[in-house]
T-cell receptor, first 113, second 112 residues
Framework: ELKVEQNPLFLSMQEGKNYTIYCNYS?????LYWYRQDPGKSLESLFV?????AVKQEGRLMASLDTKARLSTLHITAAVHDLSATYFC?????????????FGKGTKLSVIP | IAGITQAPTSQILAAGRRMTLRCTQD?????MYWYRQDLGLGLRLIHY???????GKGEVPDGYSVSRANTDDFPLTLASAVPSQTSVYFC???????????FGPGTRLTVT
């Protein structure tokens, strides 16, 4: 069974600061996704990471994947209030004859002015 | 471009009643999924369908059933609702197994 752990689960940071969210997973996988969820809204896809060493950047967010360490990071640069949301990583795994995503519990980010 | 639609947006349901949550996608995706989201537990997979005509059980399937008669629709049925099924339900779809999933707007269900 694949386990996906995110940390921290809650993060309060000041505008302008940098921080990293970590996503560890327990078994081999070559696909990892990051999603964003605003309060009361649905999940929005942010990044798709498909290979070891993959790095994707969009604005102040940068995601990377190390399949050997079973670790993905989501780095926030010079945070702004608009980045306040909950961020989920999701790891693809093959089990019981099907290929599914297992989600972390999410990191709730609050950016304080 | 609608993507994925879900209905109803929210519902209050008496325990013991039957309820079907509707999900329709217009992206011609092969795979569709139902998740429930509960505070502190993240998203948990209820049922999935990798292609029309097939379905499978996820992590928390008990009390729920699904069908996939065609590519576009994937309804979720609660045969006899219980309060523990109070949750936000998300439908999602993807081009194939293990691919990026796109989510619908969600249905907020309260079972009293």
């Amino acid at each position: 069974e694949l386990k996906v752990e995110q940390n921290p689960l809650f993060l309060s940071m000041q505008e302008g600061k940098n921080y990293t969210i970590y996503c560890n997973y327990s078994t081999t996988s070559d696909r990892l996704y990051w999603y964003r969820q605003d309060p009361g809204k649905s999940l929005e896809s942010l990044f798709v990471l498909l290979s070891n060493g993959a790095v994707k950047q969009e604005g102040r967010l940068m995601a990377s994947l190390d399949t050997k360490a079973r670790l993905s990071t989501l780095h926030i640069t010079a945070a702004v209030h608009d980045l306040s949301a909950t961020y989920f990583c999701a790891v693809a795994y093959s089990g019981a004859g099907s290929y599914q995503l297992t989600f972390g519990k999410g990191t709730k980010l609050s950016v304080i002015p | 471009i609608a993507g994925i639609t879900q209905a109803p947006t929210s519902q209050i349901l008496a325990a013991g009643r039957r309820m079907t949550l509707r999900c329709t996608q217009d992206m011609r995706h092969n795979a569709m999924y139902w998740y429930r989201q509960d505070l502190g537990l993240g998203l948990r997979l209820i049922h999935y369908s990798n292609t029309a005509g097939t379905t499978g059980k996820g992590e928390v399937p008990d009390g729920y059933s699904v069908s996939r008669a065609n590519t576009d629709d994937f309804p979720l049925t609660l045969a006899s609702a219980v309060p523990s099924q109070t949750s936000v339900y998300f439908c999602a779809s993807s081009a194939g197994e293990g691919y990026e999933q796109y989510f619908g707007p969600g249905t907020r269900l309260t079972v009293t």
